[in-house]
């Protein structure tokens, strides 16, 4: 294994700091919480989040390979928790809170089920490490933002009970068009049907695809929304005129950040003050096996300590943010709100939001929303990352 990708292994829960007694907000994840008098519902609302760590003594990835990702599954880790995250929105709902030896509700098991270690999870370790080879990923290698990003669109495509639209804005740039085109598949952009569901649809995991969704009343005109914006926001470190853009955890739709520091990933959910709030996934834990009642121990999968903090001037300029929008009203809300914030706030914003395509892009809708299916590779390779994780720098 590369030297470079080893990290530390966050063991000691004790070094954990309580959270600070200070008046500013706090945002995570779209709700503000008061650090002086509401500390009990800021640690509940962390404790609720889905937390994927390093684990050991699982199946072999592959059959004969790894049986842990400590020291390289980091970032693969983190695009577990923010897609986790957005399916607790899909099923749960915002306000679902996790309580420790509760029973907890039938969709719940149903998510955890597809992050377990093993090679038949939709969104496991061993499907997102053998993913990633079609990305020029080894098992076992270093993964940045965007690549994360790319495999977790292409797993969640078989995901028949989740049917989340998965879209991954390159080029700093969000176009409203492209996203609208993808949510509602059986639509054109100015509202008309176009699928006829008698010609016949492809079917996947026993499901016809577009007449399902049709059949769901909460997603019989919009597919729910996962947008991951990978950016690179500076050289070497962050450029201090994206810092308070970057602080988007006051949107209702903000799923968080993933990035951190060099080849040491975290999974960031809000802010306060200068201080970025995270988890971190560097603590090695045993692989878990559901129950014969088909439950899952679910402890060691939410932080019960206090969340970690990082001044946000140390986070690496590599990320990939995200939001979820599961309805139209939804996404139509969160673009108002990033216009809103992007022209209220001092500095510049971390990515560009337009109505239609700009004619300078070259590729098209569909080479960019990628089939899981796809063979033109060599055709595709340019648009995901390499190992020196070649985005776009952002400049004044």
């Known amino acids: 294994m590369d030297a470079a990708t080893l990290t530390y292994d966050t063991l000691g829960f004790g070094e954990f700091d309580d959270f600070p007694e200070t008046s500013e907000p706090v945002w995570i994840l779209g709700k503000e919480f008061n650090a002086l008098t509401e500390k ?67 969709d719940y098991v149903g998510i955890l089920n597809a992050f377990l270690d093993k090679k038949d999870g939709y969104y496991s370790l061993h499907q997102i490490a053998q993913m990633g080879v079609g990305e020029g990923k080894s098992i076992g290698q270093w993964y940045g933002p965007n690549t994360v ?3 977790l669109k292409k797993l969640t495509v078989f995901d028949s009970w989740s049917r989340l639209a998965v879209h991954v ?18 639509l054109d952009y100015g509202g008309a049907a176009c699928v006829d569901l008698q010609g016949g649809m492809p079917e996947r995991n026993g499901c016809l695809e577009g007449a399902c969704a049709l059949a769901e009343e909460e997603t019989a ?14 050289l070497s470190d962050i450029n201090e005129a994206y810092i308070e853009t970057l602080k988007c955890f006051q949107l209702p739709q903000s799923l968080g950040v993933i990035g951190g520091k060099p080849n040491h990933a975290h999974y960031f959910i809000g802010y ?31 932080c019960q300590h206090p969340p970690c903090r990082m001044h946000i001037c140390e986070i690496d300029p590599s990320i990939a943010v995200g939001f979820f929008c599961r309805t139209e009203d939804d996404f139509d809300d ?14 510049l914003p971390m990515f560009e939001l337009v109505d239609c395509q700009p004619s300078h892009f070259a590729c098209s809708v569909d080479i960019l929303n990628l089939n899981p299916d796809f063979s033109d590779s060599d055709r595709l390779e340019r648009f995901f990352d390499s190992e020196d994780e070649e985005f776009e720098i952002l400049s004044l």
Not at 175 to 185: D, Y
Not at 286 to 300: F, G, I, L, N, R
Request: net charge neutral.
């Open 334 to 347: 969160w673009c108002m709100r990033f216009r809103k914030l992007s022209h209220t706030r001092a500095g």
């Open 272 to 302: 306060v003050g200068e201080e970025l709030i995270y988890l971190d996934p560097h603590t090695t834990q045993p692989a878990v096996e559901p129950c014969e009642d088909s439950q899952v121990p679910d402890d060691t999968y939410h």
């Open 169 to 186: 804005a390159m080029d700093n740039t969000v176009v409203i068009e492209e996203i609208k085109r993808l949510c509602m598949p059986w």
């Open 221 to 234: 005109l919009w597919k729910p929304l996962l947008l991951l914006i990978p950016l690179r926001l500076g």
């Open 40 to 106: 009990e519902d800021i640690l509940s609302h962390v404790t609720s989040r889905l937390w994927f760590t390093y684990r050991k003594n699982f199946p072999p990835i592959g059959g004969t390979g790894p049986t842990s990702d400590t020291g390289w599954g980091c970032m693969l880790r983190c695009g577990q928790m923010i897609l986790g995250e957005a399916l607790v929105r899909r099923h749960l709902g915002r306000d679902w809170r996790w309580v420790r030896g509760q029973s907890q509700r039938e």
């Open 149 to 151: 990003a790319q495999v």
